[in-house]
């Protein structure tokens, strides 16, 4: 009776070691599927990424590389705003011109984008300075109406409006337009 009684017990230790076993890999199983499920992002939700660098291409050609010291995304405005920009265009000709600025902002569906604080721009022998510019990336252009500088050969000229067409690689000028030496 007492081998019995050691069968039953045996046996019934052994159940109920399987069953732990059973509870743990049933466990785990469901924690291991959540790392696996998608994040989720909702209208509201903002992300902050450090560091950050996107290239845009169209047509299998780089348009613009963007770089940022920091970078917070807002889904719900349709927006990115960037501190300690750097970015890159491309023209049709795969030639770079250079903007540097303090802040930027981009729509992330027109791809739009604007530079504030100390904008420099630098492309072929010209450097362009202003405190605002917008960038439309269907137009290629690049636009300013804040007190734009234009340094070009030994001459600045200061005009009200610039309007910089990244692909014809033209300058245009208007309002107030003066022109100094500067030797």
Known sequence: MTKTISKIALNI???L???????????N?????KKDEKVKINHSTKIYIKDMKQTFYKNNKKELILLSKTAAYFNKKNNIKLNDVKATFFNKNNEKIFLVCNEGFMDTQTKDFYALGNVDIEF???KFQSEKVSYNPNKKEIFSDQSPVLFYDNFKIVSKKIKIDINKETVEMEGDVEVKSIN
């Open 13 to 15: 230790l052994i159940l």
């Open 29 to 33: 199983k469901k924690s291991s599927s």
């Open 17 to 27: 070691i399987l069953c732990s076993i059973f509870f743990y890999l049933k466990q």
């Open 124 to 126: 072929n022998d010209k």
